[in-house]
C-alpha cells in the first residue's frame, strides 16, 4: 500500500508543480525519485497534456461568442458613457451655483475625473473591440478562400489581417492576440498546402518517362500560370521553386538528350504543353543544338516571363558548360579532315544563340565566345593533340630501334682525298663514295696531261693512282704516305721528313676537332676546315627558353671538319680538279623521331592548305601562321621531357643524341625542299620558319652526347679511384682494369647505336680521359724509383691494350691484316703522349736525351716536362746535368 501511495504523492506535487508553480511544504515527505515508480506521474502529465490542449481548443471555439458579447458589452457602455457626461453637465452646472460649497464642488471634481477616465477606457476598449472584431473577419474571409482554393484572394486576405492585427494596439501576450496570431498563421499553411496542390496541377514533371507538363491552366483550378507569380513571392520560393523545377527538366529530358555515352540518344517531342522523349535523335552536335533550341523555346513560350528569368539564371550556366565540354569541343576537328563539318557546326551555334536570345534567355555569353573564337578553339586543339600525341609516344619509350644512313657530300680534290685516306678520316665511314676510283675516271684534260708526262713520272702518277683507289676504302701505311710526301717535295731533309709524317697524323686528328694540345701551333703547314653541315649550332633563344644550356654547350661529336692537305705544295692542273666525295654511315634511331616528323609534316601542309586562296578553308584562314608555329611547340616539348625517358634505357642518351641529329637533319631537308615548291603559295613558303628549330635541336644534340660523356667520364674517374692518384693505391691494376672494362662495355653498348665516327669520337675521347689520368698523376710525382717505374709502365701497358677497340679493321668493317696499326692516337690526342711516358719510364739517361733529340718526344711533351721526370727518375749528378743540358739546347720539334 506504501508503494502505490509514495507514486502518487509524487506525481501530484509534480503535476501541481507543472499546472499552478506550487512546491510541497515539506519535501522530506516526498519520496526518492531513482527509488519511486515514475509511471504514475508520466500518464499523469499525460493527462494534463490532453487537458489543457482540449481546454485551449475549447476556449478557441468559444472566443466567437465572447467577441459577440464583448461587441453587445460596448454598445451598452457607450450608452453608460452618454449617461455619464449628461451627470457630468450637471455637476458642473452646480458647481457654478452660487449655494454649493467647497466640499460639494471637491466632490463634483472627483467624480468628473472618475468618469473621464472611465470614459477613456470604455472608448479604448471599443475601439480595440472593433480592430479584433475586424480581423476575426478577415480570417474567416481567408479560410473561406482557402476552401474555395482562391490561392490569391486567400493570400491578400491574410495579408490585410496581418496587418490589422499589427495596428490592433494590444501586446502581443494577451491571450486573444495569441489565439488570432495561431490562427493566422494555420491558415498560411493551409493556403500554402492548397498552393503547392495547385502549382503540381499546372506543371508536371515525370522523370521516369522523360515527360514534362505546363499548363496555363486547369479545368478544375482558379488560378493561371501567370498567378503563381504572386504566391512564389508571397512565400519567396521563386528562387527555390525555379531550382527544383530545372532539376527537374534536367532529370527528365536534358540529361538523357545530352548524354554522349548512351547508344541510342532519345529524340524531343512537342505536342500542345507537352514535351518529351521520343524516337532516337542523331548523334551529332548540331542536331542536339536543334533538340535544346525546340526545348528551351518550349519552356521560354509556357512559363511567365517573371519566372523565366530566375530559371535561366540557374539552368543557362549548367546547359553551356555541358554542352560546350561534352559536344562542342569534342566536335573540333584537329586537322582540315571534316572542316566542312566544322563550319556547319559553327554556324549552327550562331543561330542557337540568336534564338535562345529571342525567347528572352539570358547567360549566353560563354557559347557565343565559343563561337567566335572557333578558328582559336580549332588551333589550340590542334596544338593539345599534337602534343599530346608526342607525351604519348614518349611514354612508350626507345620502342623499336630503326637503322638509317647519314649521307655528307665534299667537294674535295686529289690531294684531298688522299689526305682524308692517310689521316684515316674516311677510314670511319661505312662507305667512302669516290663516284669512280681515283684516277680513272677524270675527263679527257687529265688524259692529255699525263701524255705529257715523261715516262718516270708517268710510272709515280700510275702508281699514285693506284693507291688513291686502295686509299679510298682503306688506309695507308705509314711509309707509303712519306713516301708520297717526299714525291710531293723531293728537296726536304730527312728530319723535314720525319717531321712531316707527325704533322700529318696529327692533322688526322685536329680536322676531325680533337685538339687539347692546341698549343703547338703549325707554322710550316696550312690547312682549311670546311665546315660540316651537321656541325655544331649557334645556341638560340629558342632553347634558352627551356633552361637549357647553362653550362654552355660543348661542341658535339658533328663539330669536325674535312682536313686539307698538310702541306702547301706547288698546286699542278690534277689537283686543281675536284670531285664528290661522299660519306656514308649507319646508326640507329629509336621510334620516336618518325612520328614527330610525320605530325610536323602533317601541321606544316595543313597550313600550306590555309594559305591557298578560295572558300573551302575560309573559316581558319587566319589561324595559318599559329599552324606554321606549331612544329617549334612540337620539338620544344620534346626536347623538354625527352631526357626523362631516354635516361631510363642503355645508351639512351645517344639515342636521344641520334634522334634530335635525325630530326634536324630530316627538318632541314624538308625546309629546302619546302622553299623550291611549286604547288604552294608564296605565302606558305615564307611562312616556314624551322631553320631556328633546326639549330636548336643540333645543340640540343649536342648537349645530350656531352652530359653522356660528362657522365661516363665521372663514372670512369670514380673507378679509378676519384681524387687519390692511381699510383698511390693499393691496387693500381685492378683499378685500371676496372677502368677499361667500363670503356669496352661502354663502347660495346654505343656500338649499334651510333655512327662509327662518332662512336670512334666518343670511345676515343674515354681512352683519353684515361690516358690523361694516367699521365697527370705520374707528373704529379716528386720521385719515382725502378720499381715504381716498372709498375707504371705496368699500368701504362694494361691502359693501351684499348687500342684494339681502334684497328682499322674494326672500325672499317673488313678482315684484319697483319700490318695494320691501331688509329687510337686520332681520337685519344693524349694517347701518343701516355706511350712515351711509358718509354720514358722505363728508359736510361741516353735512351731519354735520344727520345728528345732524335725522336718525336718533344712533340708531346714539353721541356720542363721532360726534365721533371729526369729529376723524379734519375740521381742528381753531372751525367744528370749535362743530360738536361743537352735536351735544353736542342729544339723541340713543332707539330
Known amino acids: 500500500m506504501a508503494t502505490t501511495t509514495e507514486p502518487q504523492q509524487l506525481s501530484n506535487a509534480i503535476l501541481s508543480f507543472a499546472l499552478e508553480g506550487s512546491f510541497p511544504d515539506d519535501i522530506t515527505a516526498l519520496p526518492s525519485v531513482s527509488e519511486t515508480d515514475l509511471d504514475p506521474t ?100 481567408v479560410e473561406q478562400a482557402s476552401r474555395e482554393r482562391r490561392v490569391l484572394d486567400s493570400l491578400r486576405l491574410l495579408e490585410k489581417s496581418w496587418t490589422a492585427l499589427d495596428e490592433v494596439g494590444v501586446s502581443k501576450t494577451t491571450r486573444v492576440m495569441k489565439l488570432l496570431d495561431l490562427r493566422a498563421f494555420e491558415l498560411k499553411s493551409d493556403i500554402h498546402q492548397v498552393f503547392d496542390h495547385v502549382w503540381k496541377t499546372l506543371i508536371q514533371v515525370d522523370s521516369e518517362s522523360g515527360r514534362i507538363a505546363i499548363y496555363n491552366t486547369r479545368q478544375d483550378e482558379k488560378m493561371v500560370l501567370e498567378d503563381a507569380v504572386i504566391g512564389l513571392q508571397a512565400y519567396k520560393e521563386v528562387d527555390e521553386r525555379m531550382e527544383q523545377l530545372w532539376h527537374n527538366l534536367d532529370a527528365a529530358v536534358v540529361s538523357p538528350r545530352m548524354d554522349a555515352t548512351r547508344s541510342n540518344i532519345p529524340g524531343i517531342k512537342v505536342e500542345g504543353d507537352v514535351l518529351e522523349l521520343a524516337g532516337s535523335a542523331d548523334g551529332s552536335a548540331e542536331a542536339l543544338l536543334s533538340d535544346l533550341e525546340q526545348i528551351l523555346t518550349f519552356v521560354s513560350h509556357k512559363l511567365p516571363a517573371d519566372l523565366l528569368q530566375p530559371l535561366a539564371n540557374v539552368m543557362m550556366s549548367d546547359i553551356i558548360s555541358k554542352l560546350i565540354r561534352e559536344w562542342l569541343n569534342p566536335a573540333v576537328p584537329t586537322g582540315l579532315k571534316d572542316l566542312d563539318k566544322f563550319q556547319v557546326l559553327v554556324s549552327k551555334t550562331n543561330t542557337f544563340c540568336e534564338a535562345l536570345q529571342h525567347g528572352g534567355y539570358t547567360g549566353l555569353e560563354q557559347i557565343q565566345d565559343w563561337a567566335s573564337k572557333a578558328p582559336t578553339i580549332w588551333l589550340e586543339k590542334s596544338r593539345e593533340t599534337a602534343l599530346d600525341s608526342v607525351r604519348v609516344n614518349l611514354t612508350s619509350g626507345i620502342g623499336q630501334s630503326k637503322r638509317v644512313e647519314k649521307i655528307e657530300r665534299q667537294m674535295v680534290s686529289i690531294a684531298e682525298g688522299n689526305e682524308l685516306s692517310r689521316t684515316g678520316a674516311g677510314a670511319v665511314a661505312d662507305t667512302n663514295d669516290w663516284g669512280e676510283a681515283w684516277g680513272e675516271a677524270w675527263d679527257d684534260d687529265k688524259a692529255g696531261d699525263e701524255n705529257e708526262m715523261d715516262i718516270d713520272q708517268q710510272e709515280s702518277h700510275s702508281k699514285d693512282n693506284d693507291d688513291d683507289a686502295a686509299n679510298a676504302w682503306g688506309w695507308d701505311d705509314n711509309d707509303e704516305a712519306n713516301n708520297k710526301d717526299t714525291t710531293d717535295k723531293p728537296k726536304e731533309k730527312p728530319e723535314q721528313m720525319e717531321t712531316v709524317e707527325a704533322t700529318n697524323e696529327d692533322d688526322g686528328a685536329d680536322a676531325w676537332g680533337w685538339g687539347d694540345n692546341d698549343d703547338a701551333n703549325d707554322t710550316t703547314n696550312q690547312t682549311e676546315e670546311v665546315k660540316d653541315a651537321t656541325g655544331a649550332p649557334d645556341e638560340d633563344d629558342g632553347a634558352d627558353a627551356w633552361g637549357w644550356g647553362d653550362d654552355g654547350d660543348a661542341p658535339g661529336p658533328d663539330a669536325h671538319a674535312v682536313p686539307a692537305p698538310a702541306h702547301k705544295t706547288k698546286p699542278s692542273k690534277a689537283k686543281e680538279e675536284t670531285r664528290e666525295l661522299v660519306f656514308k654511315e649507319t646508326y640507329s634511331i629509336s621510334s620516336m623521331p618518325e612520328p614527330v616528323l610525320e605530325l610536323i609534316f602533317s601541321i606544316l601542309e595543313d597550313g600550306a592548305a590555309l594559305t591557298k586562296e578560295g572558300d573551302e578553308y575560309s573559316l581558319l584562314t587566319a589561324t595559318a601562321p599559329g599552324l606554321f608555329s ?109 677502368g677499361t672494362a667500363r670503356i669496352r662495355s661502354v663502347a660495346a653498348t654505343w656500338d649499334p647505336i651510333l655512327r662509327r665516327s662518332v662512336w670512334s669520337q666518343a670511345v676515343g675521347s674515354l681512352a683519353d680521359s684515361l690516358a690523361s689520368r694516367l699521365i697527370s698523376d705520374v707528373l704529379e710525382m716528386s720521385s719515382i724509383g725502378q720499381d715504381e717505374a716498372y709498375s707504371i709502365a705496368q699500368l701504362i701497358a694494361l691502359a693501351t691494350e684499348l687500342d684494339d677497340l681502334f684497328m682499322p679493321s674494326k672500325l672499317s668493317g673488313t678482315a684484319p691484316s697483319p700490318d695494320e696499326m691501331p688509329t687510337t692516337a686520332q681520337y685519344a690526342p693524349s694517347w701518343l703522349r701516355l706511350k712515351y711516358l711509358g718509354e720514358v719510364l722505363q728508359s736510361n739517361l741516353n735512351e731519354v736525351k735520344f727520345l728528345w733529340c732524335d725522336s718525336e718526344l718533344s712533340l708531346y711533351f714539353t721541356v720542363d716536362e721532360v726534365i721533371d721526370l729526369i729529376h723524379a727518375s734519375f740521381e742528381d749528378n753531372a751525367r744528370t746535368r749535362d743530360t738536361i743540358r743537352e735536351i735544353k739546347a736542342k729544339e723541340p720539334l713543332v707539330r
Open 630 to 738: 606549331l612544329p617549334t611547340f612540337v620539338l620544344a616539348l620534346f626536347r623538354a621531357i625527352s631526357p626523362q625517358y631516354y635516361s631510363s634505357d642503355a645508351g639512351g642518351n645517344m639515342f636521344l643524341y641520334n634522334d634530335a641529329m635525325y630530326l634536324s637533319e630530316k627538318l632541314s631537308d624538308f625546309s629546302l625542299a619546302w622553299k623550291q615548291r611549286e604547288d604552294l603559295t608564296p605565302r606558305a613558303r615564307s611562312m616556314l620558319r624551322i631553320d631556328n628549330d633546326v639549330r636548336t635541336l643540333k645543340s640540343f644534340a649536342n648537349r645530350s652526347y656531352s652530359n653522356e660523356m660528362s657522365l661516363q667520364k665521372t663514372i670512369l674517374q670514380d673507378l679509378l679511384g676519384g681524387s687519390q692518384s692511381l699510383v698511390q693505391q693499393d691496387d693500381k691494376e685492378s683499378s685500371i682494369e676496372a
Open 42 to 141: 508520466i500518464r499523469a502529465l499525460g493527462e494534463a497534456k490532453v487537458a489543457i490542449e482540449a481546454e485551449i481548443h475549447t476556449i478557441n471555439e468559444e472566443t466567437k461568442d465572447d467577441i459577440s458579447s464583448w461587441v453587445q458589452n460596448s454598445k451598452v457602455l457607450q450608452e453608460d458613457i452618454i449617461r455619464s457626461k449628461t451627470i457630468a453637465n450637471d455637476i458642473i452646472r452646480q458647481s457654478e451655483a452660487p449655494d454649493v460649497t467647497g466640499e460639494a464642488i471637491l466632490d463634483a471634481e472627483e467624480k468628473a475625473e472618475f468618469l473621464n477616465r472611465e470614459v477613456q477606457y470604455s472608448q479604448q476598449m471599443h475601439i480595440v473591440l472593433r480592430k479584433i472584431q475586424h480581423v476575426n473577419q478577415l480570417l474567416i474571409e
